[in-house]
């Protein structure tokens, strides 16, 4: 099976800068888009940036100009630095890998995963 582990998170002063990293682990052949979502209470989840395996990127239009993304395919990783942090960030944040194929015992696997989340604060 494949599983994502992400670190990163904390309490920040508003201004401030954060880096998030996710390893996807696993059997791993190919992983198609890796990126991060977050979700606030009381919102829905929403998709904050994404990178494809060829370097095709997708930003909300919320974090654009702050906010890089960007992936180490070889070792299945994708991290976001997040500079000029707002309140408005403030968020549990969720590592995704889209099309993600893998080998099991049955042949090769392929899904959607989601790590377990890291909490990011922006606060005074």
């Known amino acids: 099976q494949v599983q994502l582990v992400e670190s990163g998170g904390g309490l920040v002063q508003p201004g401030g800068s954060l880096r998030l990293s996710c390893a996807a682990s696993?059997?791993?052949?190919?992983?198609?888009?890796m990126g991060w979502y977050r979700q606030a209470p009381g919102k829905q989840r929403e998709l904050v940036a994404a990178m494809t395996s060829g370097g095709t990127t997708n930003y909300s239009d919320s974090v654009k100009g702050r906010f890089t993304i960007s992936r180490d395919n070889a070792k299945n990783t994708v991290y976001l630095q997040m500079n000029s942090l707002k309140p408005e960030d403030t968020a549990v944040y969720y590592c995704?890998?889209?099309?993600?194929?893998?080998?099991?015992?049955?042949?090769?696997?392929?899904?959607?995963?989601w790590g377990q989340g890291t909490q990011v604060t922006v606060s005074s």
């Open positions: 696993g059997r791993i052949f190919s992983i198609y888009a």
């Open positions: 995704n890998a889209d099309r993600v194929r893998y080998s099991r015992p049955s042949g090769v696997g392929d899904g959607t995963y």
